[in-house]
Nanobody
């Protein structure tokens, strides 16, 4: 599975961004999908996950209520709507795919990331 994230950028605190992930090589419909992020000097961390049929969704506590994950299996895409962004959300965001539900950065596949920078 090849995953490509896009949609990152620079915004001021309180702003919004929408990340997208497109996949090639294999259909995403059999994988749980999600997003990880890594800030400079920090370890990669779990952000959110959505199950194959969108029936289960997990968020890390710090983004709950501000971020929304969604997927379109017909288009092989996953999206992350990020609202009320904070400077501490600044990181490289990676799309991830895993064969089971997950809430950690230990996943089967992740792609090239997209940079999100939030200024105060």
């Amino acid at each position: 599975v090849q995953l490509q994230a896009s949609g990152g950028g620079s915004v001021q605190a309180g702003g919004s961004l929408r990340l997208s992930c497109t996949a090639s090589g294999r259909t995403l419909s059999t994988y749980a999908m999600g997003w990880l992020r890594q800030a400079p000097g920090k370890e990669r961390e779990f952000v959110t996950m959505i199950s194959e049929g969108s029936g289960a969704i997990f968020y890390r506590e710090s983004v709950e209520g501000r971020f929304t994950i969604s997927r379109d299996n017909d288009k092989n895409t996953v999206h992350l709507q990020m609202n009320s962004l904070k400077p501490e959300d600044s990181a490289v965001y990676y799309c991830a795919a895993h064969r089971a539900l997950f809430n950690s950065p230990d996943v089967d596949y992740w792609g090239q990331g997209t940079q999100v920078t939030v200024s105060s």
